[in-house]
């Protein structure tokens, strides 16, 4: 099958934004082996990161997942925060692409996400199996890491500058939204 993006195309942020939009289970019609064999880690946090901007686009918290198989680099999972989308109390970037994913070996897999995982996400990180998390913002948001460490997850920080400038830009602009994603509406009534 002939794809779009493939050896002779650039990995430029267009190619990017597109694997970003594109469904999960439609990306082998967009990309193929030897296309998906030259991202490295910066552009598979990038791609979580235009997800975590897709989030912000549509009203809610810009926080976005992605999973890579760790032996053919293909993306297994995406995901974005939606919990002002669809009124979802815990569909975070992690859940949402955990959720996308499926019934896979996580063992095998990467996580990369946009912000440091809240304590449901960490603690799905950890029962789930995955070996290696990379975190793309530790400056708006940390503490979970030690968490995942000890429980035997290798955690990376590779932080994304876009990343972290548009969650402190949501910071500034929507703080109930970012106390109610963090402890929910209850939380935010005793602040």
């Not at 296309?35 to 990038?46: A, Q, T």
């Not at 901007?53 to 926080?63: L, R, T, V």
């Not at 290696?132 to 948001?141: I, L, S």
């Not at 429980?151 to 109930?176: H, T, W």
Request: aromatic share 6%.
């Amino acid at each position: 099958m002939a794809t779009i993006l493939n050896k002779d195309s650039d990995v430029c942020e267009p190619a990017l934004n597109a694997i970003a939009h594109m469904p999960t289970l439609s990306l082998p019609s967009l990309v193929n082996h030897d296309f998906v064999s030259r991202l490295s880690d910066e552009h598979f946090m990038r791609i979580a990161v235009l997800l975590a901007q897709k989030s912000y686009d549509e009203g809610g918290c810009p926080i976005g997942a992605i999973i890579v198989d760790n032996q053919t680099n293909a993306i297994v999972g995406k995901g974005h925060n939606t919990l002002i989308q669809e009124s979802h109390p815990y569909n975070h970037g992690e859940t949402s692409a955990i959720r996308d994913a499926g019934r896979i070996d996580f063992s095998k897999t990467t996580l990369f996400t946009s912000l440091s995982p809240c304590d449901v996400c960490a603690t799905l990180l950890y029962m789930r199996g995955f070996n290696r998390v990379v975190v793309g913002d530790v400056t708006n948001a940390s503490g979970n890491e030690s968490l995942l460490r000890d429980k035997g997850v290798q955690v990376d920080i590779l932080e994304d500058k876009l990343g972290v400038e548009l969650y402190a830009n949501f910071r500034k602009e929507k703080p109930e939204q970012d106390m109610e994603d963090w402890l929910g509406l209850a939380g935010c009534n005793s602040h």
